[in-house]
């Protein structure tokens, strides 16, 4: 089925929703950018903190290992034995710090002790001694995680002969600067990107207002109606003075757009004004001479009894086109009226009475048509609406006119009527041949005719349904036309109040 709309409204892109806004790109981009490098800085100065600490670490290792040798006799590459004291003695002389490994590593086996806290010694175990023992290859410092109950230590080797006195030192406290100072950093990086984030949104939002009001005065102008009549487009308000440049640059050629689009629309709008104008008072002009010449020939026909039968049909068919002249003019007229905005009377309206008698005329105008109205259908109430009597009687009688003209005798036209809380709607449905589907659309357009050389006889101005679509769209309600061969409806629906 298809069907025509009174009005239709021009078409709108829907807005993509689920797009993020230029805001917050620009915001999601920087605080992106501002976490990467904050993450780069951290890693690069965490590293090479980590490399320095353990470059120091490095230098008190060796210098605790030389000392060791020194004491213990092992200066030279070849000289032999174990050392000059035992491991406690060497371990535990001054400036060596707590915690401090020492182990020897000779044929007959792997011995080692550890200074502890309080500066006593305790010997390793087998497992701890396996642990710093093996694994050695060409360098002489490692890390190496002795277990129970050690840490992670860095040790240091040196050979003397089948000999091996091997120093080792925490790496708790480098370990310890280097995650106090990286929780420190992530803090305070967590803490600048919020306070970064937060200002950059705040300034963004602040530099890009000015877009957002052309944005609102664009959807302000999508939802104007443009089609006609006078046109108010609103500008966008103008950015500050220190609004940047590009931002300037777009709000002023917006607004001179809009200047221009006005202009444009205030020129259509004026020479619509004139033609009205020239509509209305070319057709109030020409009534009184049609009625004349009406008047004449219907007077001059049936006085000259003697009249030869061509002038006699001349004078019929100049009596009916003047009428058929003067319908077009009684339409013009209204429509330029209606146009004009002219003022409706509003008073309450019994929409039963008014379908009735409209039936009840066409029925007597269309003798050869069916005519069926039930006033009774919806129960006994009347439906009422507000609005013109005169103007909504006129929409009646058009839809009933062309239900009779526009289709074959033995038509059956059924007229219902019915209500809800806010609107009336009256429907009036024949079982003629239908409309063209091509035709639907530009339906209620001024002098649109279907078969022109078959209504044209008939009365037919093409006005009628512009008209009924004027007089309805006045009074806030909606025209809407179906049709298929067999089966066409023209629905109107009124607002009650
Ligand atoms: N009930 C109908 N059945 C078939 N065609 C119709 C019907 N109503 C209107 N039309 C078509 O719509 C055209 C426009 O109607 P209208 O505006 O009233 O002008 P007019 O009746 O003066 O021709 C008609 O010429 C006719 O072709
Ligand atoms: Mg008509």
Redesign the pocket.
Known sequence: MTSAQAAEGPTKTAPRKHSWSLRTRIVAALAFTVILLSGTIAAIGLTSLQASLIQQLDGGLRALSSRVMVTSGMTGPDTPGGPGGDLVQLIDGPGVASGAVLVHVDASGASGVLLEEDFSTKQLSAEQLTAITSGWSDTPTRNITPGDGLGDYRFHIEQRGGVAMIVGLPLASVEQTISSLGINMALVAIAGCLVFGFLAAWYVRHELRPLEKVADAAEGIAETPLERGEVHLQHAEEPGPNAAGEVTRLVSGFNSMIDQVTQAFRARHDSEEKVRRFVSDASHELRTPLASIRGYSELTRRMSLELPKDAEYALGRIESESVRMTDLVEDLLLLARIDEGQELTSQPVDLTTLVSDAVNDAAVAGPDHEWLFDPEQNGAGAVTVTGDPARLQQVLV?LL???R???PEGTTVSVSLSEDTNWATVC?H?D????PAE?LPK??ERF????ASR?RAT??????????DAIVGAHGGELRVT?EPGD?S?IVRLPKK
């Open positions: 058009n006119a062309n239900a003209i526009h289709t009036v024949d003629g041949p239908g409309i035709q339906l209620f649109a005719r279907g078969d209504t009365g037919s101005t093409g006005l009628g349904l512009a008209i009924i049709s066409t023209f």
